[in-house]
T-cell receptor, first 116, second 112 residues
Framework: DADVTQTPRNRITKTGKRIMLECSQTKGHDRMYWYRQDPGLGLRLIYY???????NKGEISDGYSVSRQAQAKFSLSLESAIPNQTALYFC???????????????FGPGTRLTVL | QKEVEQDPGPLSVPEGAIVSLNCTYS??????FMWYRQYSRKGPELLMYTYSSGNKEDGRFTAQVDKSSKYISLFIRDSQPSDSATYLCAMSADTGRRALTFGSGTRLQVQP
């Protein structure tokens, strides 16, 4: 979905390096999410933000941090990357809570991260 | 035990077949149920949305929810090769502070 963009699309890094994944959206949604996807495990929630000042941990937040710089931008950082953080990372947005009847989430194209 | 269970497949069917995809769940508070479709190297996109129990139809796709059995299904009629993708079920308790809980996804291949 071109309304939700992620950079970079692919990244290879080494153990111990600091990595930032960025997400931008033009949908005007308040809610933004970071997920990781691993084979056989589906999508697991890392962090979510309901507005710039409301950031919450998801089910697998250890080793990650986030920053909501503006309504449109939500960044995910790996302070010291480790190999088991190799995964596909997705950012998503939602307009639930803004009068939407559903909790539809709109996903970006994903970032494939490899930690060697 | 995961909150949402989904058979990973792969499920391979001939073109034109009826496909049945299923998820079971354990949290009785779930009341919003969704199916997302994910093509290779793409992000998931919403396919069907259902609130509480019942059926919902959209073209070749039908979503069913049976809350008493904690079981949801997605049926695809007259399946096409373009339906080949991974299908993820997702659910939530409300549109408040809870985020979605996803199944692990079922990979579907429709053979021409």
């Amino acid at each position: 979905d071109a309304d939700v963009t992620q950079t970079p699309r692919n990244r290879i890094t080494k153990t111990g390096k600091r990595i930032m994944l960025e997400c931008s959206q033009t949908k005007g949604h308040d809610r933004m999410y970071w997920y990781r996807q691993d084979p056989g495990l589906g999508l697991r929630l890392i962090y979510y933000s309901f507005d710039v000042k409301d950031i919450n941990k998801g089910e697998i937040s250890d080793g990650y941090s986030v920053s909501r710089q503006a309504q449109a931008k939500f960044s995910l950082s790996l302070e010291s990357a480790i190999p088991n953080q190799t995964a596909l990372y997705f950012c998503a947005t939602s307009d639930a809570g803004q009068g939407a009847r559903t909790d539809t989430q709109y996903f970006g194209p994903g970032t494939r991260l490899t930690v060697l | 035990q995961k909150e949402v269970e989904q058979d990973p497949g792969p499920l391979s069917v001939p073109e034109g077949a009826i496909v049945s995809l299923n998820c079971t769940y354990s949290n009785s508070a779930f009341q919003y149920f969704m199916w997302y479709r994910q093509y290779s190297r793409k992000g998931p996109e919403l396919l069907m949305y259902t609130y509480s129990s019942g059926n919902k139809e959209d073209g070749r796709f039908t979503a069913q929810v049976d809350k008493s059995s904690k079981y949801i299904s997605l049926f695809i009629r007259d399946s096409q090769p373009s339906d080949s993708a991974t299908y993820l079920c997702a659910m939530s308790a409300d549109t408040g502070r809870r985020a979605l809980t996803f199944g692990s996804g079922t990979r579907l291949q429709v053979q021409p």
